[in-house]
């Protein structure tokens, strides 16, 4: 008798866990997705905005939003679309260095979405923007690698071909 009790009460005791942890998981999600959202609108608006003093306002009001998806709920989709709109901002800006990072951490955290090969190619554009040709090759070549069935195998080859041709590597680029 002892035991079965015991091991009704455990699996009672499992059960209102699982719905418990359901219900704040699904919390976390909604939530994240509406803050996701609500980013994804202000970014238009911010890069629309023509007054400077506005266009500021808003800026810091997005990044704000931003850093706390990121710091909220690092393992949701609205992370990544943070990461997204983020590096569209500093793409915005010229700054480019930030642009590669977010792309590049975008990449490197959620390596099974279907963003990590865009971000990759778009870290690899950073990259040469900056005149890190390595960098580049190195982002170009991980799609080429990692993600042989997307569709944009094609533009990283073209990236791999172009930068080996500007090296003077033109057997690596004729491959």
Same mark, same amino acid.
């Given at each position: 008798?002892?035991?079965?009790?015991?091991?009704?009460?455990?699996?009672?005791?499992?059960?209102?866990?699982?719905?418990?942890?359901?219900?704040?998981?699904?919390?976390?999600?909604?939530?994240?997705?509406?803050?996701?959202?609500?980013?994804?609108?202000?970014?238009?608006?911010?890069?629309?905005?023509?007054?400077?003093?506005?266009?500021?306002?808003?800026?810091?009001?997005?990044?704000?939003?931003?850093?706390?998806?990121?710091?909220?709920?690092?393992?949701?989709?609205?992370?990544?679309?943070?990461?997204?709109?983020?590096?569209?901002?500093?793409?915005?800006?010229?700054?480019?260095?930030?642009?590669?990072?977010? %792309? /590049?951490?975008?990449? =490197? @955290?959620?390596?099974? &979405? $279907? !963003?990590? #090969?865009?971000? *990759?190619?778009?870290? +690899?554009?950073?990259?040469?923007?900056?005149?890190?040709?390595?960098?580049?090759?190195?982002? %170009? /070549?991980?799609?080429? =690698? @990692?993600?042989?069935? &997307? $569709? !944009?195998? #094609?533009?990283? *080859?073209?990236?791999? +071909?172009?930068?080996?041709?500007?090296?003077?590597?033109?057997?690596?680029?004729?491959?």
């Amino acid at each position: 008798r002892v035991v079965l009790l015991v091991v009704l009460i455990t699996a009672l005791v499992g059960l209102v866990a699982y719905f418990v942890w359901t219900e704040v998981q699904h919390a976390a999600r909604e939530k994240s997705a509406l803050w996701s959202e609500q980013a994804q609108e202000l970014e238009p608006k911010w890069a629309a905005e023509t007054d400077e003093a506005k266009k500021q306002v808003l800026e810091k009001e997005l990044k704000d939003l931003l850093d706390r998806i990121l710091d909220r709920y690092p393992r949701q989709y609205a992370a990544q679309r943070a990461f997204l709109i983020r590096a569209h901002v500093a793409e915005h800006a010229k700054d480019w260095a930030a642009m590669a990072k977010d %792309y /590049q951490t975008l990449a =490197d @955290r959620f390596p099974r &979405s $279907y !963003l990590a #090969p865009l971000s *990759l190619l778009h870290a +690899g554009s950073s990259y040469e923007e900056l005149g890190d040709a390595k960098q580049a090759l190195a982002s %170009y /070549q991980r799609v080429r =690698d @990692r993600y042989r069935g &997307s $569709y !944009l195998v #094609p533009w990283a *080859l073209f990236s791999i +071909g172009r930068l080996k041709q500007a090296e003077g590597d033109f057997a690596g680029a004729l491959e």
